[in-house]
């Protein structure tokens, strides 16, 4: 079993930045990547961005690539989610989560999720 904590959510004007941590902790030892995603209240949970444990290959949704960056700590098992010139579209609650298979982008791919934490960008 895999537990996964996020931190680092709150509530910022438009054009601010955050920092999402992640850490991961029980079996991590076949993780493949681990990912981030956001969900909007009364919207689907959409793939924001991902990283390879081996390698430290990067993918970005459309949506924040070039505001957005993802970046791990190995030895700690840590993923980080560093969010600047945030909109107010970028509101949601933001999940991550691990997947032992190559498909990072997609959702259905991952095997565990945290718990979320809540992202509110005012205008």
């Known amino acids: 079993q895999v537990q996964l904590v996020e931190s680092g959510g709150g509530l910022v004007q438009a054009g601010d930045s955050l920092r999402l941590s992640c850490a991961a902790s029980?079996?991590?030892?076949?993780?493949?990547?681990m990912g981030w995603f956001r969900q909007a209240p009364g919207k689907e949970r959409d793939f924001v961005a991902a990283?390879?444990?081996?390698?430290?290959?990067?993918y970005y949704s459309d949506s924040v690539k070039g505001r957005f960056t993802i970046s791990r700590e190995n030895a700690k098992n840590t993923v980080y989610l560093q969010m600047n010139s945030l909109k107010p579209e970028d509101t949601a609650v933001y999940y991550c989560?691990?997947?032992?298979?190559?498909?990072?982008?997609?959702?259905?791919?991952?095997?565990?999720w945290g718990q979320g934490t809540q992202v509110t960008v005012s205008s």
């Open positions: 989560a691990i997947t032992r298979s190559g498909w990072v982008t997609t959702k259905g791919a991952y095997d565990y």
């Open positions: 990283i390879k444990w081996s390698g430290g290959n990067t």
């Open positions: 029980g079996r991590t030892f076949s993780l493949y990547a």
